[in-house]
């Protein structure tokens, strides 16, 4: 069903105007006014931020994440600041993509000079490294510093040239990264507390180091040969590690036998030296009798190793024989010639 209107059904201005009059203007703005103040009066802190409040354009407080309130109508303003987020800083090289940090990179142009550094022995390299940092203090990083983003970019790279420029060109390259990574972050914390920048610094990455293009085939030979030399110490010093123990083991086997052997010797050379003395003894007591037995038990011990035995008596012959025949056709052991 159509409905048709009615010219004279629309609201006349000047009826609205004299109902307004009749409420009054003045409650009117009030009311917009209370309205308007307590919509701005009420304000919410993202979880990884702090905001830090300022009162008739002057610094208040710092407040945490959540919902917090503020005088409306321009006595308190805020501005957050992401302290909770890994921000980072890219030198000599392109920005990752889809960066959110204006300052995270420079122009292809800066990026050139960026890299571009003397080492301490006069030589030339390229270094790209990042720094990571967050903002860990509001206040600093609002007020005490104009851009602060721009002014460590400066100074990190002001800092790696320094700590570049105190190495030599292989220290740079190869086995000095860690320790220029280590001496940047602390000298580039320094200098940033010292400014009052409000950030800390929590890492820096070399990414590539290298040398100048048209050496680089040269330095990477020299590379190539450094680390074959490493493989081969370490190849060398197992080796070493292999062949030193087992010869010691060998070593002190050898000792133990000697030792074991000398006091074998020393044991058995004390008890005949204490079986002579006893024989001694004896002999001094009873010579003769000593003596025959001597004999005795000597040719008890030489005979039976003897094929062939001749016994002589004493005083049976007074002559020298002149010739014996002692062959195989020679008295049986068992004979005796007298």
Known sequence: MNRTIDVNDRPDPRELLRKLGKIGIIPIIILLFALTGIFSAFFQVPTEANAVILRFGKYHSTVGPGLHFKIPWGVDQHDIVPVERQLKMEFGFGAT????????????????????????????????????????????????????????RDVSESVMREVVGDRTVDEVITIGRQGIEVEALTKLQEVVDSYGLGFSITQIQLKDVNPPRPVRASFDEVNQAQQERESLINVAKGQYNKAVPK????????????????????????????????????????PEVTRKRLYLERMADVLPRLKNKVVVEDGASSQPVPLLHLGDSALNPTQSAR
Not at 121 to 130: I, P, T
């Open 97 to 152: 993509n889809g960066a959110t940090n204006r300052f995270q990179a420079s122009s292809r142009y800066e990026q050139d000079l960026e890299q571009s550094m003397i080492t301490g022995d006069r030589n030339a390299a390229l270094v790209e490294w990042v720094v990571q940092y967050r903002i860990s203090n509001p206040q600093d990083y609002l007020f005490r510093v104009h851009e602060p983003e721009q002014t460590l």
């Open 247 to 286: 010869a010691r083991g060998q070593a002190d086997q050898i000792v133990a036998r000697a030792e074991g052997e000398a006091k074998k010797r020393v044991n058995e050379a004390t008890g005949d030296a204490e079986r002579f003395n006893a024989v001694y003894l004896e002999y001094e007591k009873s």
